[in-house]
């Protein structure tokens, strides 16, 4: 049984940083694409940032990649997702997906595993 379970969300002040974590266990992260989404209150669930089984990484947007830096520790099955310079705008439910597909920055088959989220407020 699959299961992904993050950590790491909370409160914190613009400007500020957060590192997620998602702890996978049934899978092998080095076999599947690995990624983070956010849905913010009354919004879509979006693509955030991903990692592929190869090691490559994909970001939504060129800002979020300036931000945002996915990872992976393989050893101890363990994603990750730094988040500096966080804005208020950033606020949202942030989840942990596991074995879907991209074409570029595009979402083109959906996660197979999602984890039950973390929440990350950042206050102006």
């Known amino acids: 049984q699959v299961q992904l379970v993050e950590s790491g969300g909370g409160l914190v002040q613009a400007g500020g940083s957060l590192k997620l974590s998602c702890a996978a266990s049934g899978l092998t992260l080095s076999r599947y694409t690995m990624g983070w989404f956010r849905q913010a209150p009354g919004k879509e669930r979006d693509f955030v940032a991903a990692v592929t089984w190869s090691g490559g990484t994909t970001y939504s947007t060129d800002s979020d990649k300036g931000r945002f830096t996915i990872s992976s520790n393989n050893a101890n099955n363990t994603l990750y997702l730094q988040v500096n310079s966080l804005k208020p705008e950033d606020t949202a439910v942030y989840y942990c997906?596991?074995?879907?597909?991209?074409?570029?920055?595009?979402?083109?088959?959906?996660?197979?595993?999602w984890g039950q989220g973390t929440q990350v407020t950042v206050s102006s």
């Open positions: 997906a596991a074995s879907f597909a991209l074409a570029g920055n595009r979402i083109v088959s959906s996660p197979a595993y």
